[in-house]
């Protein structure tokens, strides 16, 4: 008897790529060959960007071209910008990146082409429309006036300055920049899957980031970091000592056989690397806004989860307390991150459509057989 399919998929390698790579046992991850602890701090996010969609590291003309492509594409089309508010009034947030990714395709000259030179248009334009797209959800649902981008600031300081109408700090603004580097790839993770399977079929880049959109959407992919940042919320409101009480509930909900969310990985068997940078974040910003709680909640959950189930913080842990301390709604965390992957989606579609090859797994059929259809009028 043949063996039984793997469930999900698990282990199964489904393309090549020469994108990002994990050493789950070793705890790596990189970029295009780059360690992301290399990376990180020292290499923007829009290098990165260019990096993963363009193939090498940028020099500085290169950087400069790639720079003014994203600061063009900072803009929303008339067909998305003229349905925004009825979007903001009436959809969630990952529901409406789902409809304004679409809805901007109508608007991109490049659409329908996916001609190498074209998709490497449309990724960039994609990756610098999708924090206006945040940002301008939130400014329509809140009923205040969209703020213009900033052209001297960068994507994540023109971020937070789009988000709140304010000029961040600039430390503000380099450690959104490191979390946009962070989780910029992750080799075939579910809604990178989509996406390819989408863009092999060779339907455009914009269908294939609609289809990694709502693959995000789902709760066992994407919401993590913000069921993170709900669950320290409801914790504090419940009274006490916060750290005794973290240290009880979570062992509490550990002895029940309860999940906690933002631990463990399918494919880390130690450290997330991206959480140990996180982690550090998450201190420094709790120190600077002077009511660090949250941070040291997240440290004693953390003990506690380690000593019970041996399990380690995953991206998603820290990145929680990291954009609660910017002052990035919850509900936008999961957004947040999609701002940060389009990066990836976008590459992973151009290499697909590179070297393309139609993704179809077989299945393994579990009904009935040899079944006898009797016509109505016949019983």
Same mark, same amino acid.
């Given at each position: 008897?043949?063996?039984?399919?793997?469930?999900?998929?698990?282990?199964?390698?489904?393309?090549? !790529?020469?994108?990002?790579?994990? *050493?789950?046992?070793?705890?790596?991850?990189?970029?295009?060959?780059?360690?992301?602890?290399?990376?990180?701090?020292?290499?923007?996010?829009?290098?990165?960007?260019?990096?993963?969609?363009?193939?090498? =590291?940028?020099?500085?003309?290169?950087?400069?071209?790639?720079?003014?492509?994203?600061?063009?594409?900072?803009?929303?089309?008339?067909?998305?910008?003229?349905?925004?508010?009825?979007?903001?009034?009436?959809?969630?947030?990952?529901?409406?990146?789902?409809?304004?990714?679409?809805?901007? %395709?109508?608007?991109?000259?490049?659409?329908?082409?996916?001609?190498?030179?074209?998709?490497?248009?449309?990724?960039?334009?994609?990756?610098?429309?999708?924090?206006?797209?945040?940002?301008?959800? =939130?400014?329509?649902?809140?009923?205040?006036?969209?703020?213009?981008?900033?052209?001297?600031?960068?994507?994540?300081?023109?971020?937070?300055?789009?988000? %709140?109408?304010?000029?961040?700090?600039?430390?503000?603004?380099?450690?959104?920049?490191?979390?946009?580097?962070?989780?910029?790839?992750?080799?075939?993770? $579910?809604?990178?899957?989509?996406?390819?399977?989408?863009?092999?079929?060779?339907?455009?880049?914009?269908?294939?980031?609609?289809? $990694?959109?709502?693959?995000?959407?789902? !709760?066992? #992919?994407?919401?993590?970091?913000?069921?993170? @940042?709900?669950?320290?919320?409801?914790?504090?409101?419940?009274?006490?000592?916060?750290?005794?009480?973290?240290?009880?509930?979570?062992?509490?909900?550990?002895?029940? &056989?309860?999940?906690?969310?933002?631990?463990?990985?399918?494919?880390?068997? !130690?450290?997330?690397?991206?959480?140990?940078?996180?982690?550090? @974040?998450?201190?420094?910003? &709790?120190?600077?806004?002077?009511?660090? !709680?949250?941070?040291?909640?997240?440290?004693?959950?953390?003990?506690?989860?380690?000593?019970?189930?041996?399990?380690?913080?995953?991206?998603?842990?820290?990145?929680?307390?990291?954009?609660?301390?910017?002052?990035?709604?919850? *509900?936008?965390?999961?957004?947040?991150?999609?701002?940060?992957?389009?990066?990836?989606?976008?590459? #992973?579609?151009?290499?697909?459509?590179?070297?393309?090859?139609?993704?179809?797994?077989?299945?393994?059929?579990? &009904?009935?057989?040899?079944? %006898?259809?009797?016509?109505?009028?016949?019983?």
């Amino acid at each position: 008897m043949a063996d039984k399919p793997a469930r999900g998929l698990a282990d199964v390698v489904a393309a090549s !790529t020469a994108l990002s790579d994990i *050493d789950g046992h070793a705890g790596r991850l990189s970029y295009r060959g780059y360690d992301i602890n290399e990376l990180t701090g020292n290499a923007t996010f829009e290098e990165v960007s260019y990096l993963l969609q363009r193939g090498t =590291q940028p020099n500085p003309a290169e950087l400069d071209g790639y720079l003014a492509e994203f600061a063009a594409g900072r803009v929303i089309g008339p067909l998305a910008a003229a349905d925004l508010s009825g979007i903001a009034a009436r959809q969630q947030p990952m529901e409406a990146l789902r409809s304004l990714v679409s809805l901007a %395709s109508a608007d991109d000259p490049d659409a329908r082409s996916n001609e190498s030179a074209a998709n490497l248009r449309k990724a960039a334009r994609l990756t610098a429309q999708q924090p206006v797209l945040i940002a301008s959800y =939130q400014a329509a649902r809140t009923g205040r006036e969209p703020t213009a981008p900033d052209p001297g600031l960068g994507t994540a300081a023109n971020f937070l300055l789009q988000l %709140s109408g304010e000029k961040p700090e600039p430390r503000a603004a380099e450690i959104l920049d490191a979390c946009l580097v962070l989780h910029a790839d992750h080799t075939m993770n $579910a809604s990178t899957f989509a996406a390819r399977v989408c863009a092999a079929t060779l339907s455009d880049m914009h269908s294939a980031v609609v289809a $990694a959109l709502g693959t995000l959407k789902g !709760t066992l #992919h994407g919401g993590a970091n913000e069921q993170v @940042m709900l669950g320290l919320e409801a914790i504090r409101a419940s009274g006490g000592d916060p750290l005794e009480a973290t240290g009880r509930q979570v062992a509490e909900r550990l002895r029940q &056989g309860e999940k906690i969310m933002g631990f463990g990985h399918r494919v880390y068997k !130690t450290e997330d690397p991206r959480a140990a940078h996180l982690r550090k @974040m998450s201190a420094e910003l &709790g120190a600077a806004t002077g009511d660090d !709680t949250y941070y040291r909640m997240s440290r004693r959950m953390e003990e506690v989860v380690f000593a019970e189930k041996g399990l380690y913080p995953n991206v998603d842990f820290y990145a929680a307390t990291v954009y609660h301390y910017l002052g990035i709604p919850t *509900d936008l965390f999961t957004p947040v991150f999609s701002a940060s992957r389009m990066a990836g989606w976008t590459a #992973h579609v151009i290499e697909q459509h590179a070297d393309n090859r139609l993704i179809r797994p077989d299945s393994e059929y579990i &009904g009935e057989s040899g079944l %006898s259809w009797v016509p109505l009028g016949a019983r």
